[in-house]
């Protein structure tokens, strides 16, 4: 009868167990995504209308495409009077001029918005669906000793405000809310 020994390497049952690990991370982190990709909002997109008649500030938003759920951020005009202090940004006698701060509109013409930013103006809102979603994804798993750690990423503009909200809009939380789905029914 002969027998065999093997000498097994100290950390090699340390690295089968985060092998296992990593493969049930995957699977949970990719499940993750996909829930995700389909509860993400959909986006839209500000359309200025073209030519010299759009006022500055939405030429300036023109393409600004976002989660539906937030609102577009229009800079805000201030009118310079005739004999007024013109020295601000160049601007002439009795024009209206770019500030730095925003007025924040659901969509174009919006009552919120102060008259000068809303009378006559031709814009629109284009929804565009699916785009969040696609820029969801899960990335690698990382294993280092006995920590294992997953990341499912949406990158987009101001999708953390679509997420977690802002003082004038609740959060949609599909990020949130699709880890919370998954784990449940893994219970």
Known sequence: MARTR???H??????LAAGVIR????????AVAEEAKDRAPDA???????????????????GQTIPATVPYQL????????????????AGPGRWVVVTAVDLADRPR??????HQRI???????????????????????????KVSAVVEVVFPRVGEAEFGTNDTPGSH?????????????R
């Not at 100290?10 to 690295?15: A, D, F, I, S, V």
């Not at 493969?23 to 990719?30: A, L, N």
């Not at 006559?120 to 006995?146: D, F, K, M, W, Y």
């Not at 599909?174 to 893994?186: N, Q």
Request: hydrophobic letters at 35%; a positive charge.
């Open 10 to 15: 100290p950390g090699l049952t340390k690295r």
């Open 110 to 115: 919006d009552p919120s918005l102060p008259l």
């Open 44 to 62: 839209k997109r500000w359309q200025a209308t073209n030519g010299a008649d759009a006022r500055a500030s939405h030429r300036h938003a023109d």
């Open 120 to 146: 006559n103006c031709e814009c629109q809102s284009i929804p565009v669906p699916g785009v969040i979603a696609a820029a969801t994804r899960a990335l690698p798993v990382h294993v280092r000793g006995s």
């Open 174 to 186: 599909f990020l949130s809310l699709a880890g919370s789905l998954v784990m449940a029914r893994r």
């Open 23 to 30: 493969d049930k991370v995957e699977r949970i982190t990719e």
């Open 75 to 90: 800079p805000k005009m201030e009118y310079v009077r005739k004999g007024g202090d013109n020295r601000r940004r160049g």
């Open 6 to 8: 093997a000498r097994i």
